[in-house]
């Protein structure tokens, strides 16, 4: 064999080793990715049954978006308060057939105005672009339902990737645990996840935990952070007041159109309600969450679910 020849048979068998180092890193990657969607999926189906509530943010009881944010944040990724604020996150999936278990899925509301108003996550994938999505619904709590269900069918809009695929590509000159820190924290792919010792940052894109970032422990996390300004304390409870302005119109939109109101008459009591409508006690507590002790009035407006 000339020299020639040898130097290039030793350059293509580095070629081909390289070619496969970076093939099985992109694999790993995707390998942790489809983990992490499973163990949220997982995750989640603890909570089924557990009651609606308006606002509910868990984990007794949980509105849509209190429900997804509350799942997501138990593995380090921080959710906007409302349907409409989540479907801007991540990326957008537009076609059905292209979804993965884990990605958020958005339906549109009653009014059918092309506007967010119901969030649910992917937790079965099917044939032809159908799928199952777990979710917490306004008149049976958190379930599990099939998108050819006519009447979200119907409301489908589109769905999102939280969780991403691919790591984007690194421009980093040097690779300190420093430098990788900062350039996690500029491409803001920064999450917290929990374990015994308390909440470590991980980069969300390699899975890898970021050296130099301390540990937080639970009960820091659980420590209320008091405002240095009495006027930043205005500020949070008008953007708080805001907020559920919006998932409330939001919210609303998602109430099946069988609706009925029942007065209260002198006399009934929430038994004999319930058996004039075909329906629980409890049912008749988890659809209006302002009765307390029981205790119904002459005049009083029930919502009831038909």
Not at 25 to 49: G, P
Not at 69 to 78: L, P, T
Not at 195 to 220: C, R, W, Y
Request: charged letters at 25%.
């Amino acid at each position: 064999m000339s020299s020639s020849s040898y130097y290039k048979s030793i350059l293509f068998t580095i070629m081909v080793l390289f070619l496969a180092s970076c093939a099985t890193k992109k694999s790993s990657v995707a390998d942790k990715n489809k983990s992490i969607r499973v163990d949220i999926v997982d995750y989640s189906k603890k909570y089924l049954n557990k009651p609606y509530q308006y606002g509910g943010r868990g984990p007794n009881a949980f509105d849509c978006s209190g429900y997804t944010s509350f799942i997501f944040s138990k593995f380090g990724f921080r959710l906007e308060d409302s349907s409409a604020g989540q479907a801007r996150q991540g990326i957008t999936i537009k076609r059905k057939e292209e979804l993965e278990i884990g990605d958020l899925v958005f339906f549109e509301g009653r009014s059918r105005n092309g506007r967010v108003g119901h969030v649910g996550i992917v937790s079965d994938i099917g044939r032809r672009g159908q799928f199952k999505f777990i979710h917490a619904s306004t008149t049976n709590g958190v379930i599990i339902t099939s998108s050819h269900e006519p009447y979200y069918q119907d409301r489908y809009l589109r769905g999102g990737r939280i969780i991403k695929d691919i790591p984007k590509p690194k421009v980093v000159e040097k690779q300190e645990h420093a430098e990788q820190y900062n350039y996690a924290k500029a491409q803001d792919s920064i999450v917290y996840k929990e374990t015994d010792e308390g909440f470590i940052a991980i980069n969300s894109n390699t899975g890898k935990p970021l050296e130099g970032e301390p540990v937080v422990s639970t009960e820091q996390t659980s420590k209320p952070v008091k405002s240095k300004k009495p006027e930043d304390d205005k500020k949070k409870k008008g953007a708080e007041v805001r907020q559920t302005a919006i998932r409330g119109s939001e919210e609303s939109l998602i109430i099946p159109p069988n609706r009925i109101t029942h007065k209260v008459k002198p006399g009934e009591t929430l038994y004999s309600i319930s058996q004039t409508h075909n329906c629980s006690v409890d049912h008749l507590k988890k659809w209006n969450p302002n009765i307390v002790n029981n205790v119904i009035q002459a005049g009083d407006e029930l919502d009831i679910y038909q």
